[in-house]
């Protein structure tokens, strides 16, 4: 990746957010750069310190595909309570965050459940309800294209995070890179 000044100020940015553990969404047209962005900055991190995760929604991806994921990626650290190890922060990448089909409600189910693990910090067990499981030092960080899939996410989930518009290159910039 050749770095620019706009690729510098979203290094930056994510630096803030990653110590504050709070989430970011990059929106943008496709071809601006969002997932190589969050991709090159994982591959810059401090692997001492934070764990990545990754994965690409699309329109058949539920909640309990999700949390396969999500739990694949955590270890058993006392009684119900789950995470990376101790002292690292482990941050999930959900590209195409809108990609979900929407449920007669409206609703995205794996939107659902990603608000209800920031808000609550829990998952339940699908096959014995009753169990919860406490996720802890885990944050969010993701992509979406307004131009597809269902154009917008919940309320309820962006508020935990700070949106962030990415445009297209300028001339300058592109001569700066490719030439």
């Known amino acids: 990746m050749v770095p620019t000044a706009e690729t510098t100020r979203q290094t930056f940015l994510l630096n803030i957010h990653v110590a504050a553990k709070k989430g970011m969404i990059y929106v943008g047209s496709a071809g601006t750069g969002k997932t190589t962005i969050i991709k090159d900055y994982f591959a810059q991190l ?3 310190a934070t764990i990545t995760a990754s994965m690409n929604f699309n329109s058949y ?5 999700l949390q396969v994921v999500l739990e694949s990626n955590v ?6 309570t789950y995470g990376p190890p101790p002292s690292k922060t482990l941050i999930y990448f959900l590209d195409d965050y809108n990609m979900p089909y929407l449920d007669k409600y409206g609703t ?4 659902c459940l990603i608000r209800q693990i920031i808000d609550y910090g829990l998952v339940y067990d699908r096959d014995h309800l009753e169990e919860k499981k406490l996720l802890v030092d885990i944050m969010f960080a993701g992509c979406m294209n307004p131009k597809s899939g269902s154009f917008i996410i919940d309320l309820r989930l962006t508020r935990h995070a700070t949106v962030i518009s990415c445009l297209t290159a300028e001339r300058d910039i592109l001569k700066t890179i490719y030439f």
Do not use: V
Request: a neutral charge; aromatic letters at 0%; hydrophobic letters at 20%.
């Open 46 to 48: 401090d692997k001492e």
């Open 61 to 65: 991806t539920d909640s309990a595909a």
């Open 108 to 111: 995205q189910s794996p939107i």
């Open 75 to 80: 270890d058993k650290r006392a009684g119900r």
